[in-house]
């Protein structure tokens, strides 16, 4: 199967702590997207990082990729309650047209 | 700021009729995609359209389906005779440059529910 996982599935962390997220892939991507999605609402594009890139940050995010074992996380800094929401990776494989999501993970902020 | 918008946001209707989900891509976009999410569950790829053809279609993507972009504009996905497993929200997408490339920009979604 080419779709890796996300964990945890669910995370629950204090206002103002750092929220890390991984997500797992089975084969060779192109690169991997973060997509953020707010209960009931549509899909926001968070960052894209290339099969050629280790690391990457916008604002308090940053994303790490691992191809060497098929892995990256999304550190989300100082978190805050608006970031609340479930976070998706999406890989896109070479020769496809399309991204693959995974089942994301559900991070919720405490005040 | 440029976005996709979808009509209508929420869609309700009988087993066995037929719904069409609109899209208005962002203006100059080329590649345009429809997924859908049932509830609860994972984001699933049904169909990316270039140059006025289906490009990739998942196993999803069945008979009872089918996309057209009518005018410069529009990019609608039809259920030809909705089932109640119909049911979930139907996401469109663009992006400029196939997707994964650039990033993807999605719609707020049409919900679809089948009684």
């Known amino acids: 199967s080419q779709q890796g996982e996300e964990d945890p599935q669910a995370l629950s962390i204090q206002e103002g702590e750092n929220a890390t997220m991984n997500c797992s892939y089975k084969t060779s991507i192109n690169n991997l997207q973060w997509y953020r999605q707010n209960s009931g609402r549509g899909l926001v594009h968070l960052i894209l990082?290339?099969?050629?890139?280790r690391e990457k940050h916008s604002g308090r995010l940053r994303v790490t990729l691992d191809t060497s074992k098929k892995s990256s996380s999304l550190l989300i800094t100082a978190s805050r309650a608006a970031d609340t929401a479930s976070y998706f990776c999406a890989r896109l494989y070479s020769s496809a047209s399309k991204i693959i999501f995974g089942s994301g993970t559900r991070l919720s902020i405490r005040p | 700021e440029p976005e996709v918008t979808q009509t209508p946001s929420h869609q309700v209707t009988q087993m066995g009729q037929e719904v069409i989900l609109r899209c208005v891509p962002i203006s100059n976009h080329l590649y345009f995609y429809w997924y859908r999410q049932i509830l609860g569950q994972k984001v699933e790829f049904l169909v990316s359209f270039y140059n006025n053809e289906i490009s990739e279609k998942s196993e999803i993507f069945d008979d009872q389906f089918s996309v057209e972009r009518p005018d410069g504009s529009n990019f609608t996905l039809k259920i030809r005779s909705t089932k109640l497993e119909d049911s979930a929200m139907y996401f469109c997408?663009?992006?400029?440059?196939?997707?994964?490339?650039?990033?993807?920009?999605f719609g707020q979604g049409t919900r679809l529910t089948v009684v």
């Open positions: 990082i290339r099969s050629n890139e």
């Open positions: 997408a663009s992006s400029s440059r196939g997707q994964g490339i650039t990033e993807a920009f």
